[in-house]
């Protein structure tokens, strides 16, 4: 036996069994932490007040001049001016603590308290907006901890005692600009959010948010929580703070593109779908308390919303950011307490969520921006797909014959992203393998109905063929243990499955993944791709047994193991043994509009940029580790 021949036996210890399962426990505890790891780049964690009506000021002064001046006769005037000045600086970080006097900072300080506890309230709107662009300066050295920031100058110094009080003001403007300050404060670090937590803001916030009707004060007030939410680990001090499913139902009824004033509704619940965003991806005990039927289908509706006007009104303003947490949350909700929700977001008013899925898959010439999006909703959409096999399950019956059509459809077109593609593979392989704690034997029929469906859909093996070369492990694998299905359960149903799949050239496929994982071994040994890991080696040993079995020498046929599931007698269609009603699936470019809704002919956004980073499930090395050039 040739030393290679023997290096592929050897490769064959773990049965076909305990390695499904293993793949199954690890697919399922990845989909539930994913969202924990991703850091959004959308979120404006500071940010500082501009005047609607300048100061007539000197040009030939700085702020640090009109510091001096507030310091040496604190009056509103002088305040004012020092306002209008920060205000209207170009510059910026004016004013960084270790660029001033500790003295002269800590009486700055000292007169802006005073100042909040002022009966003239101008005076004390002057004052929040002071330091709401205080706490909004970067400082360069902060990073490092080599220097402290105003934002935790002000807080160790009595800040939060002054202005608890103003959350609960009559004044609707100061209780805004409150906000403002502490959602900068929140923004700036970690020990920043940790020094608001352990001082009982959460709660003081989410009263603030239940009491006011000022669309301002309910915007910044979720913008504070959501800058605080996502810089913890925990969900429980929300919870324990008060936060309920109410709370989040009284902002989503609040009406789509209702305008008070300068600020939307848009503005409003996009800072709610953030907070929401961060809340569902941490315990499971959080959802349940914060998540109900009617916060799933007001999600769905504006979810729905969102999509329409994106697609259909080209805007791409708050609206258009808005998509992805919402996308997210739904990911995050379904990945939870073992999928108990996932019937919830099928089913919610005639599949509404999973109908406003396939319109983002749908787009004619999508941009990188509304692929990027796509790929979010892909994700989703494979978590909605993990429970196809149980019977009477609606991810059998409604969202695998709605979703696997047009994500094959992805699959065949050369012009999407490959981290778009790595999770259609994903999604659609979570279709077909069995589902997470579950007798695989009680669901191979319905999964054998849908791998049939894959397997004649024209052009779909030369795809799978084609994600092996692309180097890419998190698109190898699930591609990989798609056509390992094909060769192993297609020859029950076709006896031309190995000529088939010898044409679309797997065979060459196979010894490349092979080649691939023996080249990156060189690499730290090999220890990074662990075949519990799922990494290369996983599919190297899928590809090597694949050619043992099916393209070695002394085998030129398909593999003929025992079945209980036989084809189907009816002539001109493969019904794969079934003794009672299947899942329908149309693959046809028009079959998806029998479902309700009509597709998007042509994307309004051309615009090239924002591209997905990668979606890819259990992604566990940086690009430049996996010799990609």
């Known amino acids: 036996m040739s030393s290679r021949a023997q290096q592929r036996t050897n490769l064959k210890n773990a049965s076909a069994i305990s390695m499904r399962q293993a793949m199954n426990k690890r697919r399922h505890d990845l989909s539930s932490k994913i969202r924990k790891t991703k850091k959004s780049q959308q979120l404006q964690l ?48 004016l004013l960084l603590l270790n660029e001033i006097e500790l003295e002269q900072a800590n009486l700055l300080f000292k007169y802006l308290l005073k100042c909040l506890s002022s009966q003239n309230q101008e005076e004390c709107l002057q004052s929040l907006r002071v330091l709401t662009n205080l706490a909004a300066i970067e400082s360069p050295d902060s990073y490092y901890g080599s220097r402290k920031s105003w934002c935790h100058f002000m807080l160790t110094n009595g800040l939060w005692e002054a202005i608890l009080p103003l959350l609960s003001s009559s004044n609707e403007s100061i209780k805004e600009q409150t906000g403002w300050v502490i959602g900068n404060i929140a923004g700036d670090s970690s020990t920043c959010r940790n020094l608001l937590v352990s001082l009982k803001a959460i709660p003081a916030l989410i009263n603030c948010l239940r009491t006011s009707q000022n669309f301002g004060v309910i915007r910044n007030t979720l913008w504070c929580l959501g800058n605080i939410a996502r810089g913890i680990d925990s969900a429980i001090q929300f919870i324990e703070g008060g936060m309920n499913s109410q709370d989040i139902l009284n902002v989503l009824c609040l009406g789509e593109n209702v305008t008070q004033g300068s600020i939307s509704t848009w503005d409003i619940k996009k800072e709610l779908v953030w907070l929401l965003s961060f809340l569902t991806c941490k315990e499971d005990d959080a959802i349940s308390v914060l998540v109900n039927e009617a916060v799933l289908l007001q999600l769905s509706n504006h979810f729905a919303y969102t999509t329409k006007t994106v697609l259909e009104k080209r805007d791409r303003g708050s609206i258009f950011k808005s998509a992805i947490p919402v996308i997210r949350i739904f990911g995050n909700i379904a990945t939870a307490s073992d999928g108990k929700y996932i019937p919830l977001i099928i089913e919610g008013d005639k599949h509404l969520f999973v109908k406003t899925l396939i319109q983002w898959f749908q787009v004619h010439k999508p941009c990188g921006e509304t692929m990027a999006i796509a790929t979010e909703c892909t ?172 393209y070695g020498d002394d ?5 003929n193991s025992a079945s209980s599931f036989e084809p189907s007698s009816k002539s001109g269609s493969f019904e794969f043994g079934f003794s009672g009603p299947t899942p329908s699936f149309n693959f046809s470019n028009t079959g998806s509009n029998d479902s309700g809704f009509n597709s998007v002919t042509s994307d309004p956004m051309g615009s090239p940029n924002g591209r997905s980073k990668g979606r890819g499930r259990g992604r566990s090395l940086p690009s430049w580790m996996q010799n990609k050039r």
């Not at 593979?425 to 589902?435: E, G, M």
């Not at 190995?498 to 060459?508: D, N």
């Not at 085998?555 to 593999?559: A, I, P, S, W, Y």
């Open 379 to 550: 994700w989703v959409a494979g978590s909605l797909l993990c429970d196809n096999g149980f019977a009477d399950h609606p991810s059998t019956t409604v969202a695998c014959p709605l979703l696997v059509p047009p994500l094959c459809h992805i699959l065949l077109k050369g012009t999407f992203t490959l981290e778009w593609k790595r999770e259609v593979l994903n999604a659609i392989w979570n279709a077909l393998a069995a589902p997470p704690d579950s007798n695989p034997e009680e669901t191979i029929e319905v999964r054998d109905h849908l791998l049939g469906q894959i397997y004649r859909e024209k052009g779909m093996i030369r795809s799978l063929v084609g994600m092996l070369v692309s180097l890419d492990v998190d698109a190898i694998r699930p591609a990989i243990n798609m056509l390992d299905a094909m060769h192993r359960r297609m020859s029950r149903y076709d006896d031309n499955a190995l000529r088939i799949l010898r044409e679309a050239e797997c065979e060459h496929a196979l010894e490349t993944v092979c080649d691939s994982a023996t080249s990156n071994a060189s690499y730290g040994g090999g220890s990074e791709w662990q075949q519990s890991e799922g990494g290369m080696d996983y599919c190297a040993e899928m590809a090597a047994n694949l050619i043992d079995d099916f």
């Open 555 to 559: 085998d030129d046929g398909m593999e």
């Open 46 to 93: 500071k940010r500082a007040h501009t005047e609607s009506q300048q100061h007539q000021n000197d040009d030939s002064l700085t702020p640090i001049d009109y510091l001096k001046q507030f310091t040496a006769s604190p009056t509103i005037f002088t305040l004012a001016s020092l306002q209008s000045s920060i205000a209207s600086s170009k510059r910026e970080a």
